[in-house]
């Protein structure tokens, strides 16, 4: 399935998001093998399920000279992550769950996983990140006994983080004022048609540059022609004299720009703006807080 391959490719990514500081994932760095694969299982997502579990089985977690390397433990989670994507949700938790039970043996080695797995599935600027990835850490985590009540309070914070507006599930409606005057909902605004929704703040530099990108795709331009799809542009903090200030941050005539408060209620996230959704005409949620190259990816795969 490709497994070396995966790992090495995205631990390049890794390296780009890593930086100077980090520690380096290196191909020097001892890789554990492979379980054996027993007879028969040819089924893709199988085979990932049962890598996933049995991953971990060479590893003793109580060596501590391996599993308090960052740099061994970091190679082979990007490792562990490169499979999570091609096995089943079942499979994510029950391997997640065997790595987090083996490693319970010594707090510090399971706190550097924890630590990792926030660092590559979580972290805004990751090119990793992928909170369904995370999703199990962070049940296995909590369900564990390994952390003490004041050190479930982080966990337990991202889980709800991350368990708010989940790809797959409706997403959470709200009152917004468009620019003419007039107030709606935003299911009220997507009825029907799907929708590119963006959270942005009209003083970002990120969001100048995400609108212009995205304004300029061809695929996304010829959708809104067609009538495929709306753009729906939203100021969520609550200050109407920022939004009325368009001096950075230029919506373009054929998006909806729009004013909400979400500033007191805990509807959505925005970790680093601006925040991208897209969602189907029920206003269910088919990707969330991705970046713009995935959105522009998941157009051109969806209306092909």
Not at 167 to 176: I, L
Not at 248 to 270: C, K, Q
Request: charged share 25%; hydrophobic share 40%; glycine share 6%.
């Amino acid at each position: 399935m490709g497994y070396r391959l995966l790992g090495i490719a995205l631990t390049l990514a890794a390296m780009a998001f890593c930086g100077a500081e980090a520690h380096a994932v290196s191909d020097s760095v001892e890789e554990l093998a492979l379980p054996a694969m027993p007879g028969g299982m040819s089924d893709p997502v199988e085979r990932a399920d049962y890598i996933l579990e049995h991953f971990w089985d060479s590893m003793d977690f109580s060596d501590t000279v391996r599993s308090h390397d960052r740099a061994f433990m970091e190679q082979n989670l990007v490792n562990f992550f490169s499979v999570m994507p091609h096995a089943s949700d079942e499979g994510r938790h029950a391997g997640v769950k065997a790595l987090l039970d083996g490693a319970s043996v010594d707090r510090t080695s399971y706190n550097l996983i924890l630590e990792l797995a926030e660092h590559y599935l979580y972290e805004p600027g990751s090119p990793m990140r992928d909170e369904e990835m995370f999703i199990p850490f962070l049940n296995s985590a909590l369900e564990s006994s390994v952390l003490s009540e004041s050190e479930r309070i982080r966990p337990a914070y991202m889980l709800e983080e991350a368990m708010r507006n989940r790809v797959g599930t409706m997403s959470a409606d709200f009152s917004m004022r468009l620019r003419d005057g007039s107030e709606t909902g935003m299911h009220e605004f997507v009825a029907g048609k799907p929708a590119l929704l963006m959270f942005y703040d009209p003083d970002c530099d990120h969001c100048a540059e995400t609108v212009a990108e995205l304004s300029s795709d061809s695929v996304l331009r010829g959708l809104i022609g067609e009538g495929k799809i709306n753009v729906l542009a939203v100021y969520p903090y609550g200050e109407e004299d920022v939004w009325a200030d368009r001096s950075m941050v230029v919506i373009p005539d054929n998006w909806t720009d729009a004013f909400a408060d979400l500033s007191e209620v805990d509807l959505y996230s925005f970790p680093v703006m601006p925040v991208l959704y897209m969602l189907d005409g029920d206003g269910k949620v088919l990707i969330k807080d991705a970046p713009s190259d995935a959105v522009k990816s998941f157009l051109r795969n969806f209306y092909r």
